[in-house]
């Protein structure tokens, strides 16, 4: 059966913005927590966001970080995560300007 999160991720009102992505289980570092973007050049920026991409939340202290292979872009955990918080990453996938 098609889970669009794994199961140890939930998506809550965020104190960030809007809505984010939170954990339910403590997550170890260095875990990848999946597939957030797709390339695909008939999407703007190049890529399809996926549901993972779709609800973490900027930082510029992350818990995580996005990580390149081949056509997918994949969050992976950089510290222990802790159950209940907010997974984060550093991203600019575009540019706010244009």
Not at 41 to 60: A, C, K, M, V, W
Not at 73 to 87: C, N, P, Q, V, W
Request: net charge negative.
């Amino acid at each position: 059966m098609y889970k669009p999160l794994p199961y140890y991720l939930t998506i809550k009102s965020s104190e960030i913005e809007g809505l984010g992505l939170f954990t339910t289980d403590d997550i170890d570092n260095n875990h990848i927590l999946g597939i957030t973007h797709v390339a695909d050049e008939r999407f703007q920026d190049g890529y399809i966001r996926t549901p993972l991409g779709g609800f973490f939340n900027h930082s510029e202290t992350p818990n995580c970080k996005i990580i390149t292979d081949g056509d997918y872009l994949k969050l992976k955990a950089i510290r222990d995560i802790k159950a209940g918080e907010e997974i984060t990453a550093t991203y600019t996938l575009y540019n706010p300007t244009k």
